[in-house]
Nanobody, 122 residues
């Protein structure tokens, strides 16, 4: 098993940037594929970005492609989500999750963090 804890959320103006971090507890966390998801009030949880176990492959939702960058540092057991050119519609609780396969389906991620709030003001 692996536990993940998100940090780095906050309030930012439209056009600004934030970097989210996801710290994993397990020494074997580098073997997991990782994903970022978000959930806005009244909406379903949606995929944002994913990265495979060694960082060699990344994939993004169309809505964030070109603005967000996912990366990982396995020496620190940490995954990052750099968010640039933020928009009010990016406002949501952002979750980090771990899986054994790279994919964009929430149901395929067994391990989740508690989430961190990101609010983008217009």
């Amino acid at each position: 098993q692996v536990q993940v804890v998100e940090s780095g959320g906050g309030l930012v103006q439209a056009g600004g940037s934030l970097r989210l971090s996801c710290a994993a507890s397990s020494r074997t966390s580098s073997s997991y594929d990782m994903g970022w998801f978000r959930q806005a009030p009244g909406k379903e949880r949606e995929f944002v970005a994913g990265i495979n176990w060694n960082g060699g492959s990344t994939y993004y939702a169309d809505s964030v492609k070109g603005r967000f960058t996912i990366s990982r540092d396995n020496a620190k057991n940490t995954v990052y989500l750099q968010m640039d050119s933020l928009r009010p519609e990016d406002t949501a609780v952002y979750y980090c999750a771990a899986s054994w396969l790279p994919n964009n389906l929430p149901t395929k991620y067994p391990y989740w963090g508690q989430g961190t709030q990101v609010t983008v003001s217009s």
